[in-house]
């Protein structure tokens, strides 16, 4: 049975690019005296101190509390993410933690997605909003698969249109709809679902559990991350560990032995990031040589060792010339061809 007060139905948000204003839209439609709890992950940049809170309590009169550890999950209240930290639930409330990113984000919105699909079933209902590249479809699959309910906003009205059209394509949705018209979605389902509750069965995918249990613990060996699919040829840009494949319908993933997660488009943006990287400290090393040895064989001819100097320039001139070339990848404006980020 409930404890009292205990939400029965929870609402996750997951949005990025051009997320506040769609926030706010979505919360100043939302019936203050709903009977559901919120939870809000939107993409925030780990340095960063965030204000959301603040910004969505002058949209709604629910109120706005920005997610610690262990609070109660409290019907008609919305908790929104905290900077460098994944939020979550279980049966217990809201749970905050520093797991492994996910799609290269903490906040990740799959994170909360899943744990939401996890802990309450069918009585979890998942939103995309506006954002870029593709985080949240995933979580919107296991909300799915545990018989929850998918919306996602037109992405012809979204500011960044990859996000909410990932979902589209991955994952069968429920409704897509402008950002007011899901926000009037959500009252009637909270209405409807009321009465078929008990109706729908709660079997639980065992992958989910696992993923799960890695961003709560960041164990991942010790939570079975080997047993979610088959070793790829890949490893991960973060720790370089070996990526584990996971496919769920035509969503194919990847997670690494430490925790990291990627989709298809985090994982190339990841290692196109790390090739840059590459680069770019060869071109340094490239210069640092070049100049070491002009400055040795300027000390080798004022110490009249002719040959050693010229020795020294010649090999200098041989690593400019390779240098060259090299620089024009760096600065090659086609060379990272990335994917579409809406």
């Known amino acids: 049975m409930d404890k009292p007060g205990k939400a029965r139905k929870v609402v996750v948000v997951g949005t990025s690019a051009g997320g506040v204003d769609a926030l706010q839209q979505f919360f100043e439609v939302i019936d203050p005296d709903t009977q559901a709890a919120f939870l809000v992950v939107m993409h925030i940049p780990p340095q960063a101190r965030s204000n959301l809170d603040r910004i969505l309590s002058r949209a709604t009169r629910l109120p706005v509390i920005a997610a610690y550890e262990d609070q109660a999950l409290k019907p008609g209240t919305v908790y929104v993410a905290t900077p460098d930290r994944h939020l979550m639930l279980d049966a217990q409330g809201v749970r905050v933690t520093r797991g492994p990113r996910e799609c290269r984000a903490r906040p990740a919105i799959d994170v909360l997605f899943r744990s939401a699909a996890v802990a309450y079933g069918h009585n979890a209902i998942g939103v995309v909003l506006t954002g870029a590249l593709d985080d949240g479809t995933a979580g919107l699959w296991a909300i799915k698969d545990r018989n929850g309910f998918a919306l996602v906003q037109d992405p012809a009205e979204a500011m960044h249109s990859s996000m909410p059209q990932s979902a589209i394509d991955h994952v069968k949705v429920d409704f897509v709809a402008p950002v007011r018209l899901l926000a009037e979605r959500i009252g009637e389902l909270v ?152």
């Open 191 to 342: 209405s409807e679902r009321a009465l078929t509750q008990a109706l729908v069965p709660d079997a639980v995918n065992e992958h989910l559990v696992i993923e799960n249990r890695i961003s709560m613990s960041g164990k991942g060996l010790e939570e079975g991350v080997f047993g979610l699919g088959k070793v790829s040829r890949y490893t991960c840009p973060e720790c370089h560990g070996a990526l584990v494949e996971i496919k769920e319908g035509r969503i194919i993933r990847f997670r690494c032995h430490t925790g990291h997660a990627y989709s298809l488009k985090t994982l190339i943006g990841a290692i196109n990031e790390s090739v840059d990287e590459g680069l770019w400290d060869v071109l340094r090393a490239l210069e640092e040589r070049i100049l070491l040895l002009r400055q040795m064989a300027e000390l080798a001819s004022e110490a009249g060792h002719t040959a050693d100097a010229a020795y020294c320039l010649e090999q200098a001139d041989r690593a400019h010339a390779r240098l060259e070339p090299l620089r024009e990848v760096v600065l090659d404006l086609d060379i990272f061809g990335s994917p579409a980020t809406g």
